[in-house]
């Protein structure tokens, strides 16, 4: 069985979630990556390539992409004028706003968050320490609870919580200290697939 921290492959499918594109739209983890999903796969601001494409590409449940879809109708960023047509519009400054991007972000590699067997939020928190402490001589990353709250979008109350189970699956190490570790083989894992599609 291949090493579900070390393997790297040619072709993982990311996604990189720009915080200030996300606030800027007023939408959550899973509503960014269906949207921006539609917008990579979409011909002149339509997307028409059906609910399982996304699903496959995201490696997330059709219910959990409807359920997006929904609040992105709702939100008006997307539109479908046919009830039972395979037709979404995105509206006429998506691609625009996803293109102008930030300064921070994480990513998401898809079929390693599957692997991993964790929520969208974690992942990104596990990508965010991996993105701070990767010049570090140390490699520990020390944001402040605020900081790492207010980008995954989790209460302070949460976090605790959030990195103890974290530390039970062996993907953060345990410290004494408010610093953050990525397990060992994990932060290798994303150093040997930043390059990928790059």
Known sequence: ???KFTTKSEKEPYTIVYFD??????IDYTEY???QTMVHFSSKNEYYKGITKISNHLKLSRNTIYKSLKILLLKEHIARFEP???TY???YDIKER?????RLYVKIYHKHRKVLNIAIKKYALLYMIYSLSKNLKNRCANAGIKNYCNYINISESH?????GQLIKANLLEQQTTTFLKLNENLF???ENNKSVQE
Not at 21 to 26: G, P
Not at 159 to 163: I, Q
């Open 1 to 3: 069985m291949k090493d």
């Open 21 to 26: 594109v996300m606030k800027d739209l007023h």
């Open 33 to 35: 990556l269906v949207l």
């Open 84 to 86: 039972k047509s395979n």
């Open 89 to 91: 519009y995105l509206k």
């Open 98 to 102: 996803f293109e102008n991007g930030g």
């Open 159 to 163: 976090f605790d919580t959030v990195k």
């Open 188 to 190: 290798n894992w994303f």
